[in-house]
């Protein structure tokens, strides 16, 4: 079955990085688009980042532009949230998520965990 | 960036039936923005429920269906059950990107 399991989150100062990892399975990872996800403790869903199925495209939601890189690794199935200079309000569950289409610009079909990340000094 | 707006909290009886809906800042909703339907429930990740307006998952409960009304997508239950209890989000596509609602908490009561 189609499976989508997170990691890399935990702890983080303001200002650090952290790069999350989102393994996919049961699906033909290379023929989808990908996206980040993420909800506040308490609050909504918030499109964070999707990616491509060749990597070739990708969009960022403006809170994250400049500071966040989506990338995928299709000979590992893998997809990867790369976070740098994160700040206080970056605190939430990641969820990565497959698109039903190669370009990403539909939405979202099978939904992984998500994985907790949590900027504190 | 269009804002997508929908009702903060519902409440149905068991059995009953239910219209949650998703509006847009940009104009009526339309087929295509492809509206989706996004469960959520306590201490769980989302699940997606409806897809391009009216579509269901093979793991969507027949008792959801989705359509447009009145210029906006809505999501009704139809014989509510305690289990559809959960945080409902809808999710519109705009050439700058895909927008979530707010969201809508539904309480089976």
């Known amino acids: 079955q189609v499976q989508l399991v997170e990691s890399g989150g935990g702890v983080v100062q303001p200002g650090r990085s952290r790069r999350l990892s989102c393994a996919a399975s049961?699906?033909?990872?290379?023929?989808?688009?990908m996206h980040w996800v993420r909800q506040a403790p308490g609050k909504g869903l918030e499109c964070v980042a999707v990616i491509s199925y060749d990597g070739n495209n990708k969009f960022y939601a403006d809170s994250v532009k400049g500071r966040f890189t989506i990338s995928r690794d299709n000979s590992k199935n893998t997809l990867y949230l790369q976070m740098n200079s994160l700040r206080i309000e970056d605190t939430a569950v990641y969820y990565c998520?497959?698109?039903?289409?190669?370009?990403?610009?539909?939405?979202?079909?099978?939904w992984g965990q998500g994985t907790t990340v949590t900027v504190s000094s | 960036q269009a804002v997508v707006t929908q009702e903060p909290s519902l409440t149905v009886s068991p059995g009953g039936t239910v219209t949650l809906t998703c509006g847009s800042s940009a104009g009526a909703v339309t087929s295509g923005q492809d509206p989706y339907w996004i469960q959520q429930k306590p201490g769980q990740a989302p699940r997606t429920l409806i897809y391009?307006?009216?579509n269901k998952h093979s793991w969507t409960p027949a008792r959801f269906s989705g359509s447009l009304l009145g210029g906006k997508a809505a999501l009704t239950l139809s014989g509510a059950q305690p289990e559809d209890e959960a945080d409902y989000y809808c999710l519109l596509s705009y050439s700058g990107g895909q927008v979530f609602g707010g969201g809508t908490k539904l309480t089976v009561l």
């Open positions: 049961g699906f033909t990872f290379s023929n989808y688009g």
């Open positions: 998520a497959k698109d039903p289409s190669k370009e990403g610009g539909y939405g979202m079909d099978v």
């Open positions: 391009d307006t009216t």
